[in-house]
C-alpha cells in the first residue's frame, strides 16, 4: 500500500504546478514572491467574493439625480511608494457638521477584530466610540468624492462611512494595518482619514474647531519612507518636534525620512494605498499606522476605506 501513496504523492506534485498555470496563467501557485521565471507571483483574476452588500455604498443608479457640490480639494504628494496623498480642504464646513449630527446619536463603543469575523471590545487597543453614519444625501456626495479622488476605478466600492470619536485623555487607536490577506484578488485597496473635529473642548461640534487647542491624536505612520521638504510639511501638517532651524534656507536639499505623524487638522485628510501595485496582493508595511492617544480634548475622524480588486 505505501508505495502506491508514494506513487500517487508524487504524481500530485509532478501535475500540481502545470494544472494551476493552465487554469490561473503563468507564476500561480508558485512559491511565496516568485513565479515560474523567479518573478513575483501574481494572483489570480477571480469573481467578486460574496460580501455584506449593506456595508458598502452600492448605488445602481450610481448617484444619479445626486446635485454635489463642486470639489474644491488640493493634493499634496507625500510618497510614491506607496502613495500617500494629503488632501487640503476634503471636506466643508457645512459637511463636516452634518457629518456631527447625524452621528451623534448613534454612537457606540468601537470594536476589534482579529480574523474579519467576530468583533469584541479591547480599549487597550482601540477606545473610541464609532457611529456607521446613514447615506443621506450629503454623505453619498463625500462617497462620491472618494471614488473620484481615486480615478472612478473599475471594481471598487466605497464602504459605508464611520465616523471615530476619541475623548481625552486615552482615546487612541494602537498600530495596525487597514489590509488582510490580498490572496484571493480583493481586499482594501486604501483609505482615507479625514479630519472632522478637532478641539481641546467639549463633545465635538458647532463651533471652535482649533487643532491647536487638541493634545496628541495624531494619526502617526511610523514606518512611512518619503522624500519632500521636511520644513514645509512639518510647518504645515505633520508633527516635527525635532525640526531643525536651518535659517530660514528655503533652497535645502531634500533627505530621506522614515516616520511620519499627521495633524488631525478638521476638513483635511490623508489618503494611502494598502496593497503594492504589482498584482501579488501583498500589502505594503508602510500602511502600518496608529491614531495616537488624545490627552485632552475630543478628536472625530472620518474613516473611508475602498473595497476592490487587487489586480
Known amino acids: 500500500m505505501f508505495p502506491y501513496v508514494v506513487a500517487a504523492l508524487a504524481c500530485l506534485l509532478f501535475f500540481y504546478q502545470p494544472l494551476l498555470e493552465y487554469v490561473y496563467g503563468p507564476g500561480a501557485g508558485a512559491g511565496p514572491g516568485t513565479g515560474t521565471s523567479g518573478s ?8 467578486r467574493p460574496r460580501v455584506n452588500e449593506s456595508l458598502l455604498a452600492v448605488d445602481d443608479d450610481d448617484g444619479a439625480g445626486l446635485s454635489c457640490p463642486p470639489d474644491a ?7 510614491r511608494a506607496p502613495l500617500v496623498l494629503y488632501v487640503e480642504n476634503f471636506l466643508s464646513e457645512g459637511e463636516r457638521e452634518h457629518l456631527l449630527e447625524v452621528s451623534e446619536p448613534i454612537f457606540e463603543p468601537s470594536t476589534v477584530t482579529a480574523d474579519g469575523a467576530t468583533t469584541r471590545r479591547d480599549s487597550t487597543v482601540r477606545d473610541s466610540e464609532v457611529a456607521l453614519v446613514p447615506r443621506t444625501a450629503g454623505v453619498r456626495c463625500v462617497e462620491r468624492r ?14 459605508r462611512l464611520r465616523v471615530q470619536r476619541y475623548r481625552g485623555p486615552e482615546g487612541h487607536y494602537a498600530h495596525h494595518f487597514d489590509w488582510g ?14 479630519w472632522v473635529h478637532a478641539s481641546g473642548g467639549g463633545g465635538g461640534g458647532g463651533d471652535g474647531d482649533d ?17 519632500a521638504d521636511r520644513k514645509r510639511w512639518c510647518e504645515r501638517w505633520l508633527e516635527c518636534p525635532d525640526l531643525p532651524d536651518d535659517g530660514g534656507d528655503d533652497d535645502q536639499e531634500l533627505e530621506d525620512y522614515v516616520g511620519a505623524t499627521f495633524r488631525p487638522v478638521p476638513g483635511n485628510a490623508v489618503f494611502w494605498e494598502n496593497f503594492q501595485p504589482d498584482g501579488t496582493g501583498t500589502g505594503w508595511e508602510e500602511s502600518w499606522h496608529a491614531g495616537l492617544p488624545v490627552k485632552k480634548g475630543v478628536k472625530v475622524g472620518l474613516n473611508i476605506w475602498s473595497m ?4
Open 181 to 194: 490577506s490580498g490572496a484571493r484578488g480583493w481586499g482594501r485597496v486604501s483609505s482615507i482619514m479625514a
Open 40 to 47: 513575483k507571483r501574481v494572483i489570480p483574476r477571480t469573481p
Open 73 to 79: 480639494y488640493v493634493v499634496h504628494v507625500l510618497s
Open 308 to 311: 476592490g480588486r487587487l489586480n
Open 211 to 227: 487643532a491647536d487647542l487638541l493634545e496628541g491624536g495624531g494619526t502617526e505612520f511610523p514606518l512611512l519612507r518619503w522624500k
Open 146 to 159: 472618494a471614488r473620484a479622488l481615486q480615478g472612478w476605478r473599475a471594481d471598487l466600492w466605497i464602504e
